[in-house]
């Protein structure tokens, strides 16, 4: 008696595959994920764009304090964590961008 049930479980799914409107649904929902993936690359690229517009901003900053500030060691270890942050900051951006490639394709 369950092997008659789950035959007709299975005719029932054989019906429902060879509808053209399950074809329909299934485009729909694949191009709102499609959607979603597009949407989410956009918004990495945004936040990867100001990130690189923070470094550049911080770059800016350690080149003024290159220049106006005395070569002392409170200075000069300012100057480098600085430049640690940046660099990490930029692998941060280059690792987002890198999603969002993978999520266009």
Do not use: C
Request: no cysteine.
């Amino acid at each position: 008696m369950a092997a008659d049930r789950e035959f007709v479980k299975l005719d029932e799914l054989r019906l429902l595959a060879n509808l053209d409107m399950l074809q329909d649904q299934f485009l729909v929902y694949f191009d709102m994920k499609t959607q979603r993936e597009v949407q989410l690359a956009t918004e990495i690229n945004n936040l990867t764009r100001h990130l690189l517009d923070i470094n550049v901003e911080r770059r800016s900053f350690i080149q003024a304090l290159e220049q106006h500030l005395p070569a002392n060691m409170m200075a000069y270890k300012t100057r480098e964590e600085l430049k640690g942050q940046l660099k990490d900051d930029l692998i941060k951006a280059m690792e987002m961008r890198m999603i969002a490639l993978q999520l266009h394709l």
